[in-house]
């Protein structure tokens, strides 16, 4: 009988896996279960459950280390502070991907090596899985969530809002909308509702001109917007009523509306679409483990699982190819994520490159445009 290559090189690859968790683990300290910490920053909710239930509960269970978490709302601000004052903050850290582009440029993370990644299930190597921009000198993405528009159906019983365009038309949807207090996706949506062609839009917003467009469409409904900071706002303020609008990430309004039951629905057209990705902070405490559990927490079913808890798409795509239903509701999760063919195509994919380069000046010009 001949043996099937494939197999033969999965079971390799598991065992390799195995063998090299073991390794990492052991080598800073002997022995796997002796009371270690590992300390991850990340963003809290519902997010942070999912994390729990798909990838720190199992490598508990399996390494005997405890996983700690740290919540935080974003930022690099936490990486430099902890190098100036506090260095025992952190092992790793969940960042969006411009975030883990520019910490890796200002050399505040550890690089990571790629060919520890466990293989895909049919063999395929853990570099092709990955969907393309998922893997970086500093990071390896876990999904892929947006930030999108929802709003409050109760506020609309007649035409309801479907396009971008939809939220700066007050005469059609009046009403109050709460976005973030960041220049990340509103200029995109402000260009969107211009007309603007989805691969068109940051040439645009690299010109004076192209600003200048986005902050006169923002001007229409600025007396009308309340910020939010915490990504836990939005949701809530739907709920209650406050705002008939909402930018947000698409998992916090998925959980209101499936575990909640508030009447909350999301405008997929220009959904601004990115990775969530794990770095480890420079002469973090505990790198090696940390290099360990990303290891662990990247093998097709782990990424699978977490999006069974939260709407959020895997980053590889092996992954995506398990996701079915939503744990414990048993709906179809698959419309649900932005990685959904129809959703997709509606998308804009963030460009983390651009963003990593020109944030710190968009910053700049968006806080000058609040306060004049």
């Known amino acids: 009988m001949k043996s099937d290559p494939k197999k033969m090189r999965r079971h390799r690859q598991q065992y390799l896996t195995a063998w090299l968790l073991a390794l990492l683990l052991m080598s800073c300290g002997g022995v796997i279960n002796a ?24 490598f508990e269970q399996e390494t005997g280390i405890e996983v700690k978490t740290i919540r935080y709302n974003g930022g ?12 025992a903050v952190g092992d790793l850290i969940d960042l969006v991907m411009a975030d883990n582009l520019a910490a890796c440029n ?19 190597p853990a570099i092709d899985d990955f969907y393309p921009g998922a893997l970086t000198d500093c990071g390896v993405s876990l999904n892929i969530y947006a930030t999108v528009l929802a709003f409050d159906r109760r506020a609309f019983p007649g035409i309801k809002p479907s396009r971008v365009s939809d939220l700066f038309d007050l005469k059609r949807f009046p009403g109050k909308r709460a976005l973030q207090r960041e220049p990340i996706a509103v200029l995109e949506w402000a260009l969107r509702a211009y007309g603007v062609p989805q691969q068109e839009i940051y040439n645009l917003l690299s010109t004076n001109r192209g600003i200048s467009l986005a902050f006169k469409q923002l001007d229409l409904i600025k007396d009308h917007i309340l910020w939010w900071q915490d990504s836990a706002q939005p949701a809530r303020l ?13 998992g916090r309004f998925f959980d209101a509306l499936v575990n909640h039951n508030h009447p ?9 679409y990115e990775y969530s990705t794990w770095g480890v902070p420079r002469n973090a405490p505990m790198s ?23 709407s959020y798409g895997p980053a590889r795509a092996s992954s995506g190819a398990q996701v079915w239903k939503h744990d414990p509701s048993g709906i179809d999760i698959r419309p649900h994520l932005p990685t ?3 959703n997709f195509a509606a998308g804009i994919s963030k460009d983390h490159e651009w963003y990593a380069h020109t944030l710190p000046r968009l910053k700049q010009q968006f806080e000058r445009w609040l306060t004049e």
């Not at 909350?264 to 601004?272: E, P």
């Not at 360990?292 to 990247?298: N, R």
């Open 35 to 58: 009371g270690q910490v590992l300390t991850v920053v990340t963003w809290g909710g519902p997010y942070e459950q999912s994390q729990k239930k798909a990838f720190f509960d199992p």
């Open 76 to 87: 690099i601000e936490i990486l430099k502070n902890r190098q100036e004052s506090d260095p």
């Open 106 to 124: 200002l050399g505040l993370l550890e690089p990571l090596d790629h060919s520890t990644l466990p293989d895909a299930p049919d063999g395929t």
């Open 238 to 250: 739907l709920a209650q009523g406050e705002v008939v609008m909402a930018s947000g990430y698409n």
């Open 264 to 272: 909350i629905q999301i405008i997929w057209d220009g959904q601004v």
């Open 288 to 310: 090696k483990q940390a290099k360990a559990f990303i290891s662990f927490a990247s093998a097709t079913d782990r990424l699978a699982q977490q999006a069974k808890y939260i």
């Open 340 to 342: 959904f063919e129809p």
